[in-house]
């Protein structure tokens, strides 16, 4: 999806020829890294849902630690957070998963903030680094590849999915699974979160109904099983043009091949 202003999938300012981001005031310090205690949280969250469809702030992060906002330039009470990232699991234990459109136009002073809440970044600031895009995406735009892996900096010696844990990557998953999709509206100070069943928008794209997903929502990833992304908010008009309906490419043979890409040990 496309969306100016009222529009909710934008980009970094980098691209503000094309896209236009809005600007969020923040207070963000950085605090200790901390380990975290998932099972509990996670049941505190489950016991906290809402009717399916509905988005509700979520403000005690622990339990989604491993979805976070990504920012644009240092984060500081300047910056602006624009997009969605999650952590996914690899061998590196560095990587991200979002939208293409996020980060095709590179990855130079961003930054992936996990569990960030109400200028709070409980899990640390980490620095983006490469991005893994498919040809097809770069060159064309095809939305059936507006998926992206991107890595992250070790910070203060450790890494990300060591912190916050991270999902496993999912591929040709059911066009109508149940998911939670969790993401960061860009004029939030909190990611929203919500349950409902996916349905086939095409063979290749999938579609979910889910209130308020508005611009800095793109990358959000879509769970099912509780701990498997099987898609993020982008694809068919880099992610809908309504704010209540969003879409993500399937993720097929092709996805699995950008995630081996991303992963392999350089030569």
Known sequence: MFRQQRIRRSESRRALSRRVCRNVALVLGWLIVVAIGSTASAAALSASATAQGTSHSVHNTQ?????????HGEVSTDGDHFCTASVVKSASKDLLMTA?????????????????????????????????????????????LDVAFVSVQPL??????????????????????????????????????????VSAYSSTQLRIACTAYSGGTSG?????????????????QQGGNTDDVSYSAYFDNDIAALYQRATATPA
Request: with cysteine; net charge negative.
């Open 156 to 197: 203060g010696g450790r890494h990300v999915q060591d912190v916050v844990g991270g999902y496993t990557l999912g591929i040709n998953k059911s066009y109508t699974s149940t998911v939670r999709l969790t993401g960061y509206p860009s004029d939030e100070d909190a990611p929203i979160t919500c349950v409902n069943r």
């Open 220 to 236: 959000s990833p879509w769970l099912t099983g509780g701990n498997t992304v099987m898609g993020v908010i982008g694809g068919f």
């Open 100 to 144: 293409a459109h996020c980060v095709s136009n590179g990855t130079d002073d961003l930054y992936f903030v996990p569990g960030y809440h109400d200028g709070k970044a409980p899990y640390g600031v980490w620095r983006l680094d490469k991005a893994t895009l498919d040809p097809r995406w770069s060159n064309d735009e095809d939305q059936d």
């Open 63 to 71: 339990a989604i630690a491993t979805v976070g906002a990504i920012f």
